[in-house]
């Protein structure tokens, strides 16, 4: 009996915590797709609108008085939320189905960005078969503090590398 009581526990601590994972990868993978949505809704309707930068703080206040404790949603974060999405062109076609209102015609990069993201279009969908794989594979999997951590290396890469062919 003691063999089977340990190996019991055993395959108990290996659901918990399998089970443990898969709802945090799946929490993370909506939360990032909300704040997707989110930065893509802000940033249109700032765009189209012509709003100025104060009424994210605005958004973020009256947020906090429709849900009472919401976290998360402070101008600073609706604003990484808003770079977010425009740092990131290459998801506006696979979550147009999560939101048809969307209007990402209006996310502007300079040429030499697209260029760069073609190129990683083209490595993704090499590697992966398809950009949804890429998203669903890997995208989805990276928290949002990383994917902003990538942004602003990236930005401050594309700045210096701006910066020195100016210079040079």
Known sequence: MQKGYVKL?????DSI????YKAASLANREMLL???????????KVNQERWGSSI??????????????LRGFSYRNLKKMQQFAEEYPILPSLTAELDKSTNTEQITHSIS????????????????KSMESFIENIFLKIGFTHHMLLIDIIVTQYVFDLVSGICN
């Open 9 to 13: 526990i055993s395959d108990l601590k």
């Open 17 to 20: 915590l399998q089970s443990r």
């Open 56 to 69: 994210i703080q605005n958004i973020s206040e009256d947020l906090q008085n429709e849900l009472p404790g």
């Open 34 to 44: 909300l704040y997707y949505r989110v930065g893509l809704k802000l940033s249109d």
């Open 113 to 128: 960005f697209k260029s760069q993201i073609n190129k990683l279009k083209e490595l993704i969908i090499s590697e992966f």
